[in-house]
């Protein structure tokens, strides 16, 4: 037996889980969608109303995001690449995250490349790792600046003490329990990691872009949709719409869905809401800016893929 006959089944078993994935979320979409169909078709005509100078605005921030998104990769990459490839990778990584789900996307993409620019495997990996994890701090940081900074926006649950102990006790029996035998390997991928990570920011000018992309990127979202809220007439101030952004792309990453698909729009749409925006005016919202951010770019992006793939830079 050949390997392409070997390999011919795990595609097609890759197919369809990928299908039946694609399916699931599509029903999941598609209920709500049917419900409160009164309130989407309301949401899009506002927005086909809408300001258009405020949607100009966000259409340009929308093209900052893949150059913000670059200048984070390199700086999680001690080597320099080559500034084009990297921003059009980004950007068809962004269409190959609508596909895969929980960002599993943009991770293979950059692995891809970077592996192709000459990285070593798990050079590559750590990168991507580093990127990502910077991207998390990057978004923690500014929800905490725009928390205090605006007191009463988010209501944090309560949560009983001695539960939260149990769960650290519990995580930490189970640490203590495989720590035993996977003991040297583990030391020996941290102090990989770590001579990594510390080779990065012995460059300034590569820990300034890892950490400055990463910022960058996130509040250029953030800004996107506060243009289209602008253009929509949404009465909630910047600060407001920007914190309500947060909490929910943050809270929709728990429902790992290609892009968030369905599991944003929901989340998003209710935080607006609940925060006192008019329900067709968080429709226009939501379908305003996952129009800029997903739907207008994924049919190019995804042509960027292939022509990436193509020349096997990915």
Not at 61 to 85: F, H, K
Not at 167 to 189: N, T
Request: net charge positive; aromatic share 6%.
């Amino acid at each position: 037996m050949t390997s392409e006959e070997i390999l011919t089944p795990l595609r097609r078993r890759r197919l369809y889980w990928h299908t039946a994935l694609t399916l699931a979320v599509l029903v999941a979409v598609a209920l709500p969608a049917r419900r409160h169909w009164p309130v989407l078709q309301t949401g899009a005509v506002r927005l086909a109303e809408a300001d258009r100078g405020w949607l100009l605005v966000a259409a340009a921030i929308t093209l900052l995001t893949w150059p913000c998104s670059a200048l984070a990769q390199q700086g999680a990459v001690p080597r320099r690449l080559p500034p084009g490839p990297l921003v059009a990778g980004q950007f068809a990584a962004s269409a190959a995250n609508q596909v895969l789900p929980a960002g599993l996307g943009t991770a293979t993409v950059n692995l891809r490349f970077l592996i192709r620019r000459g990285l070593p495997l798990g050079d590559a990996a750590t990168a991507v790792a580093v990127k990502g994890t910077a991207g998390g701090i990057a978004r923690g940081a500014l929800i905490a600046v725009l928390f205090a900074a605006s007191p009463g926006v988010l209501h944090l649950p309560h949560v009983n003490g001695g539960f939260v102990a149990a769960v650290c006790a519990a995580a930490a029996v189970v640490l203590l329990v495989l720590a035993g035998p996977l003991r040297p390997r583990c030391r020996r991928a941290l102090v990989a990691v770590w001579a990594y990570i510390t080779a990065v920011h012995a460059r300034p000018v590569r820990a300034a872009a890892l950490w400055g992309g990463s910022l960058a990127f996130v509040v250029l979202h953030c800004a996107v949709l506060i243009a289209v809220t602008r253009a929509v007439a949404l009465p909630l101030a910047p600060v407001r719409v920007a914190l309500l952004y947060l909490a929910a792309s943050s809270a929709a990453a728990l429902l790992p869905t290609p892009g968030g698909i369905g599991s944003l729009d929901a989340a998003l749409a209710l935080a607006l809401t609940l925060s006192g925006a008019p329900a067709a005016a968080a429709a226009s919202a939501v379908i305003g800016y996952r129009m800029l951010t997903v739907w207008l770019p994924l049919i190019p992006g995804l042509a960027v893929l292939a022509v990436l793939v193509r020349r096997r830079a990915l």
